[in-house]
């Protein structure tokens, strides 16, 4: 069985920073990606920074620049660094990752950590 345990959310004042932290634990052999969405109320997920394997990542439009993604793969353990936060980026974050469990590989999903940015 793995696990997905977010942590980091909290409530900050717009220009300020949180970093959130997305910690596997289980019976995994690699893992192939993780990623952040997020889903702010009336709104659907959406994708918010990934980072595969190889290093490649990608981030949304709305936070280049202002949000980082990274991995610590000894760890297990996956970050997200959002700094310059604004009132929109207010929402519940979930970390998502690609998991190669033996010889195949499974989707798995946190069980989110609100963000709220206040004005």
């Known amino acids: 069985q793995v696990q997905l345990v977010e942590s980091g959310g909290g409530l900050v004042q717009a220009g300020g920073s949180l970093r959130l932290s997305c910690a596997a634990s289980?019976?995994?052999?690699?893992?192939?990606?993780m990623d952040w969405y997020r889903q702010a109320p009336g709104k659907q997920r959406e994708l918010v920074a990934a980072?595969?394997?190889?290093?490649?990542?990608n981030y949304a439009d709305s936070v280049k620049g202002r949000f980082t993604i990274s991995r610590d793969n000894a760890k297990n353990t996956g970050y997200l660094q959002m700094n310059s936060l604004k009132p929109e980026d207010t929402a519940v974050y979930y970390c998502h990752a690609l998991i190669r469990v033996d010889v195949r590989g499974y989707s798995y999903w946190g069980q989110g950590t609100q963000v709220t940015v206040s004005s």
């Open positions: 289980g019976s995994i052999s690699s893992i192939n990606a």
């Open positions: 980072l595969t394997s190889g290093g490649s990542t």
